[in-house]
């Protein structure tokens, strides 16, 4: 997916609960941001599975989802996503 975003006082990436972040020195304007994610399914499917529900198993708590974000300088432009590949791509919506 890419939006606009525009920039004030810098740019801050975090993960959603509890982790670390990292902020980005970036001159104030508008970007485009470009966000994409792999291994959703495989993810859901394991909050989906009731014996993954396991919280001393190591492998339920390693991450499976990956994310990259790219941040341009460009005018303005309507969200478009890109490529939608996983069935629950719409949950972030």
Do not use: F, K
């Not at 525009?6 to 508008?30: F, H, K, M, Q, Y």
Request: hydrophobic share 35%.
């Amino acid at each position: 997916m890419e939006v606009a975003v525009e920039v004030r006082g810098g740019v801050t990436i975090s993960e959603i609960v509890n982790g670390p972040e990292e902020d980005l020195a970036c001159p104030d304007g508008t970007y485009r941001m470009r966000l994409a994610a792999l291994e959703r399914t495989e993810s859901a499917a394991r909050d989906e599975d009731p014996d993954s529900d396991d919280e001393d198993d190591a492998e339920d708590e390693e991450p499976l989802e990956h994310y990259l974000v790219e941040l341009w300088p460009a005018a303005p432009e309507a969200a478009q996503v890109l490529r939608e590949e996983s069935r629950y791509a719409h949950l972030a919506d």
